[in-house]
């Protein structure tokens, strides 16, 4: 990765996420950053747009994807003081993912000069890898 210029704190990545119209519908909340171990974990509260079937209170696929490319995405940008471009994403859903909020923790694998990889784990509320994925990233904003 090339060196931060200024690195995105945690307050920082939680304002992007509030003043992006698609990132802020997901209402995404920064639980904690650790730039030495390269690690970043946020929340998603469940909301009914989210549901898969009515009445169910499980999450749609649509908006995991969004989360974990989301998360994956700022793992790297806060090192570097901005989001990235996304370049490969994959994800296996693992279970079916129901309650009040998941919470992704994800890291970088890899983070070289032009591309990073990054791990994405999504938990539910007790604690249940829901879905995996991995995410390509760009190492340089824009």
């Known amino acids: 990765m090339n060196p931060p210029l ?16 698609a990132i802020s519908a997901l209402g995404l909340k920064v639980v904690s950053l650790d730039y030495e171990g390269k690690e970043l974990k946020v929340r998603m509260p469940f909301q009914p747009a989210m549901e898969r079937r009515p009445g169910t209170r499980q999450f749609h696929g649509g908006p995991i994807a969004a989360f974990i490319d989301i998360v994956g995405d700022y793992v790297v940008g ?5 989001p990235v471009p996304t370049i490969n994403l994959r994800i296996d859903y693992l279970r ?24 994405i784990e999504v938990f539910n509320e007790e604690s249940a890898l829901v879905a995996i994925g991995r995410g390509t990233y760009a190492s340089k904003t824009g």
């Open 96 to 119: 079916p993912a129901f309650g009040d909020a998941l919470t992704a923790v994800a890291r970088v694998r890899s983070g070289g000069r032009t591309v990073s990889v990054v791990d």
């Open 6 to 21: 200024e690195p995105l704190t945690l307050d920082r990545i939680q304002e992007r996420f509030d003043q992006s119209p």
């Open 78 to 82: 806060m090192m570097l003081g901005a």
